[in-house]
């Protein structure tokens, strides 16, 4: 069966230090994947989208990238966080075509 | 753009119906979607839908589609506790490979 690992599960980190959040797929090839971004209280904002290694679709300008090193690898990064950034970072992924969209348990990022 | 909204609240009784509803506005939306987030988890899928189906039934959800009027609802019988969450609508369009969500409806359901 396939699954999907975020991590980490909180973050705490300053203003303007770095970020690398890692999202892992097992159990399938050839995954799409995506990170969201949900704001407290909010719906979710899709900020980065692949169906590929190494092909990033960003949907958000902002100061956040994404990479996609391996077929089931997602990373999300940013070399200055900014106090806008915090949040609960979602990965998801799904098969080829409109089937859904599975989800992983979430970061929650803090910036103070 | 495309769009989904949902109403952000309600509530009910133990053992009562629920009924949340969705509205979108792509007429070419092909799956429509319905998740539960419990606090400080990622999103469960609950059951979808194909846009060329009027309902569907699994357990205690019921899906109901009315493509005219791009309105989507689930209903959840003998609501419990449990249930207590905030509910997501999204819908896609075959060929595309995002996804558009509402902004969540939080149930909460009273003992």
């Known amino acids: 069966s396939q699954t999907i690992h975020q991590w980490p599960a909180t973050l705490v980190q300053p203003v303007g230090s770095p970020l690398s959040l890692e999202c892992t797929v097992e159990g399938t090839s050839n995954p799409n994947l995506y990170w969201y971004r949900q704001a407290a209280g909010r719906g979710l904002q899709l900020l980065f989208y692949?169906?590929?290694?190494?092909?990033i679709s960003s949907e958000v300008p902002q100061n956040l990238s994404a990479s996609r090193p391996q077929d089931r690898q997602f990373i999300l990064s940013s070399k200055k966080l900014l106090l806008s950034d915090s949040g609960f970072y979602l990965c998801?992924?799904?098969?080829?075509?409109?089937?859904?969209?599975?989800f992983g348990d979430g970061t929650r990022l803090s910036i103070l | 753009g495309e769009d989904v909204e949902q109403s952000l609240f309600l509530s009910v009784r133990e053992g009562d119906s629920s009924v949340i509803n969705c509205t979108y506005t792509?007429?070419?939306?092909?799956?429509l979607y319905w998740y539960k987030q419990e606090p400080g988890a990622g999103l469960q899928l609950l059951t979808y839908i194909f846009s060329n189906m009027d309902m569907k039934q699994d357990q205690r959800l019921t899906v109901l589609l009315n493509k005219k009027d791009k309105h989507l609802s689930l209903r959840i019988a003998d609501t419990q506790t449990g249930d207590s969450a905030i509910y997501f609508c999204?819908?896609?369009?075959?060929?595309?490979?995002?996804?558009?969500f509402g902004t969540g409806t939080r149930l909460k359901v009273l003992a």
């Open positions: 998801a992924w799904t098969t080829q075509g409109s089937q859904p969209q599975h």
């Open positions: 692949s169906v590929g290694i190494g092909q």
């Open positions: 999204a819908e896609t369009t075959s060929g595309t490979y995002k996804y558009i």
């Open positions: 792509d007429s070419s939306s092909t799956y």
